[in-house]
């Protein structure tokens, strides 16, 4: 899949007002996913609308639908609006914050080779969480690997919901 220079995400806005206080790692994961996608990202709108594009992230006030709206570099002119059912997502991302959390205290007490172990399933709970997202953008936006991944580690943060 070939990408322009302006098939990217320029600014990501999370609505974060419903969440709920978060765990210095998780904390950690949301800052490092923000900053990595920002820096380097490949997105492209379907529709062919040139980019690139500013996109807010929330997920709707029943809890139900993830929402993706995408505007303008200078977020005035929406270009594209489009919701996903966070229902399917649901029991991934819970499998997905357990294992966070055996991997987090498996590396206060844990030998090397049960840390890989435990990071290695992390890893592939987090590439199926990506495939699915990536899978149900396809008729909406393209993206690579690496973008879909950083927004999957941000659509869990806006998951923990107060």
Not at 24 to 41: F, G, I, K
Not at 82 to 97: C, G, M, T, V
């Amino acid at each position: 899949m070939e990408f322009s220079e302006t098939d990217r995400i320029a600014n990501l806005r999370l609505d974060e007002k419903n969440v709920i206080r978060r765990s210095p790692e998780v904390e950690h994961e949301r800052a490092v996913a923000l900053y990595d996608l920002l820096d380097m990202n490949r997105f492209r709108l379907t529709d062919g609308t040139p980019g690139p594009y500013t996109v807010h992230l929330s997920i709707d006030t029943d809890g139900k639908r993830l929402v993706f709206n995408v505007r303008d570099q200078e977020d005035v002119s929406e270009l594209a609006g489009f919701q996903l059912s966070i229902r399917s997502f649901r029991s991934l991302i819970r499998d997905y914050f357990q294992i966070c959390e055996s991997y987090y205290d498996a590396i206060k007490k844990h030998s090397p080779s049960q840390i890989e172990t435990i990071d290695m399933a992390r890893r592939g709970l987090h590439n199926d969480g990506a495939d699915m997202l990536r899978e149900r953008l396809a008729e909406h936006a393209l993206m690579d690997k690496a973008t879909v991944r950083r927004l999957f580690t941000l659509v869990c943060v806006l998951h923990i919901r107060g």
